[in-house]
């Protein structure tokens, strides 16, 4: 059978599921979550269980991040369920402004991840921050979110290493960089930043600079950079610290030379990040920009583009098996995960089959798919919704869903969230210079950011003497995670601490 006789038949099989009443009346509708997000189950003929949320992409309140499993792509591993508990409450830079929290309302899986190293596959970008390169020159790259509420799915990309840079302001010299949170090779400058790990996780043969950043590390091409303050310059030091809002630039070698002739504490520097764009044949330039994405990860099978249907002839394509798929329009942004591997509740659905069932029950014009099988899974108001097919996996996480049943959920490296963000609060309780203690009932836990997402820098003991510090972006006192949070120094020990284990 040649090729397109091929895909002439997966897409009459595809036709299968045209639209059909959905069987149960309680799912005939869009239930709403939260102010612009609401969700919808289907059963098809097939049968297929479909679980749908979605968003509408007018509604300033709320908007898409993607997350991290433990908050470390250096390689953690995390159900979705724990991912989004990990987010929700938590501080973001939506509104180009740090201090508004998260309201978690749905989240699914994300892309495929190496399951001995839990490092996902292809880029990420995390409320703003460029935390993992997409690929080099593939055909495709991955979903990103902006900034200015646009959606659009990458194609191919590349990194061209003259517009990956660093300006020393004080000499007005450039210099590139050679990567962001991968381990540093010899003759290296790498960038990382607090998505990769607490530490840079390096050795000390190196020079280490901690740069104090304004906002985060964007995709900003030059002349436009992200501006920080030099802090602290480690010479032969590794593994060192990175709060929430600074970066680290780890050098060796011949780049560690270099870049100790161009700092010292106190200097501005800028980064300058690009993005060549290209249609997936890698050759012909797209229009569509990566300037000020705020979330993104990667993506495999696009099966709808611009309304039309994409017939895949990979067996892995073809193949009816659970999905987790993200589709849009020019209104919505839809989640979908479908249950899969069961005959008599839910089969799954190819890649044809998703493309017809986004394209005639949603309207979506454009859709493409994330990791599926076991890894499949969608939370909805930290509750799991549909049956996970993880039940085999050593991987699988053991909990038990809303109607009783048990259900395996998968630990992935990677996801995407719909969130509600709500307003920045800040409580006036201290002022920057003033002193405080640890409270003599408890040990106080300093974190790497206001938040108990971040990670410990260290623990300290009760009575521990302190000064409240003033914060470059104003964040002292700020709300998240339930509690109030303030910088503050403890002799050596810098970092953010709850209001409620401190005292004047």
Known sequence: MNRLRYCFVLLILGLAIQPARPVHSASSSWQSLAAGIDYREFYLPGPNHVYVARMDRSSPQVTLDSSIAQGRLSGGLETVRLMAER?????????????????????????????????PASGQIQSGW???????????????????????????????????SILFKRSNQQMPFDGINIPRENNK???????????????????????EMSRPMLIMPSPAVI????????????????????IVLSASGRARINLLGQVAVGDEIGISQEIKHYEPDCRTSSPLSWTKTYAGIGGSYVFLRDGVIQPQAELGAVLRSPRTAIAYDNWYIYFVVVD?????????????????FTRNYLGAA???????????????????MNH???????????VVSGSGQPLIERAVANGIMMVVVQPKEISGRYKPGQKVAVRRSVQAPVYLGPGSNFAVLTSLLPGSQGVILDHLSGLNGVLAKGAYWWKVAFGEWVGWVSEDVLSP
Request: proline share 3%; glycine share 14%.
């Open 87 to 119: 987010y929700d409450q938590a501080i973001n830079y939506w509104g180009e402004e740090w201090g508004s929290r998260n309201q978690v309302i749905v989240a699914i899986n994300g892309f495929f991840y190496d399951p001995q190293t839990g490092i």
């Open 130 to 164: 460029y935390a993992k390169h997409f690929d080099e020159r593939q055909s495709g790259s991955g979903i990103a979110w902006t900034l200015d509420r646009q959606i659009f799915i990458g194609g191919c990309v590349n990194h061209p290493i003259t517009r990956q």
């Open 189 to 211: 400058l790498i960038i990382y930043t607090s998505q990769y790990d607490a530490s840079t996780l390096t050795e000390d043969a190196g020079l280490e600079v901690l740069v």
């Open 227 to 246: 501006t920080g303050t030099v802090r602290t310059i480690r010479d032969g030091q590794g593994s060192t610290p990175i709060p929430f809002d600074h």
């Open 340 to 356: 899969g591997r069961d005959r008599l509740r839910s089969l799954g659905m190819s890649m044809v089959e998703l493309a017809v």
């Open 366 to 384: 454009w859709g493409v798919a994330l990791d599926g099988g076991g890894s499949s899974t969608m939370v909805v108001k930290g509750e799991v």
């Open 388 to 398: 996970p097919n993880a039940e085999l996996d050593e991987d699988g996480v053991g």
